[in-house]
Structure formats: structure tokens, C-alpha cells
């Protein structure tokens, strides 16, 4: 996958549910944290792999191709920005099944508390 933007040394990209509120905040938040421009934001329609990916996650990848799904990905993300947000890593200290099954509820009740709208954000990075 080869995509062109002005970032030219990213950590890695994510990829996102435009159309949900709740994850155009935190990508809002993302993008204001993270000032050395290390992360390329993509809604999730771009993302491209032949291996089977699940509906309800985010993505990230790193830029030596390693894929993360789910809590997985938001610790690896909250980690490649570096500063204050490396001991994201603590996130580590928790089981998978247990980190993967919050993000799951929160995923799923995500409509009860933030409506669906129109991402709000630009699809390049900076």
C-alpha cells in the first residue's frame, strides 16, 4: 500500500470509523497530541489487507507492517506519539480478553451515548 502525504517519517497509521461521533473526538484528540505529525489518520474504507479484518475495530499499522486490532491498536497509537502517552504500555498490564472486551462494549453502546454524523475531519494528514 502506498500512500502519498506529507509525513514523511509516520510511526504508523490508523485507521478509524469516519462516520461514528465518538471516534471522530478521539481522532480530534489524536491529531491535537500529537505534534510531531507521527501518525497518518485514514477512515477505516481505505484500508486494504487480504487478511480478514473485524468490522468493530480500529486499525493500526506500524511502518514495518505489524497489524494491531482493537485495544491492541489504541495502546500501540497512544504509544508511537510518544511523550506522556508511552505509558500507554501500561495498558499491557491488563489481559487481552479483558482490554479487548471493554473496547468491545464501549464499541457496541458507542450510538447510545454519541449520534452517528458526518466526519467533520480532512482525509489528509495535515
Do not use: E, W
Not at 453502546?109 to 495535515?126: G, M, V
Amino acid at each position: 500500500m502506498s500512500i502519498l502525504l506529507k509525513n514523511k517519517l509516520p510511526k504508523g497509521i490508523l485507521y478509524y470509523d469516519a462516520p461514528c461521533l465518538m471516534c471522530s473526538n478521539a481522532i480530534q484528540f489524536l491529531r491535537k497530541k500529537d505534534k510531531h505529525n507521527r501518525l497518518i489518520i485514514l477512515p477505516i474504507t481505505q484500508y486494504t489487507s487480504k487478511d480478514s479484518m473485524p468490522l468493530d475495530s480500529v486499525v493500526f499499522v506500524t511502518k514495518h507492517k505489524q497489524t494491531y486490532f482493537y485495544s491492541t491498536a489504541v495502546i500501540q497509537c497512544l504509544y508511537a506519539i510518544g511523550g506522556l502517552y508511552t505509558f500507554a504500555l501500561i495498558g499491557y498490564c491488563i489481559p487481552k480478553f479483558l482490554r479487548d472486551a471493554l473496547y468491545k462494549v464501549v464499541a457496541h453502546n458507542r450510538n447510545r451515548f454519541f449520534k452517528y454524523s458526518t466526519c467533520s475531519l480532512p482525509l489528509n494528514n495535515k
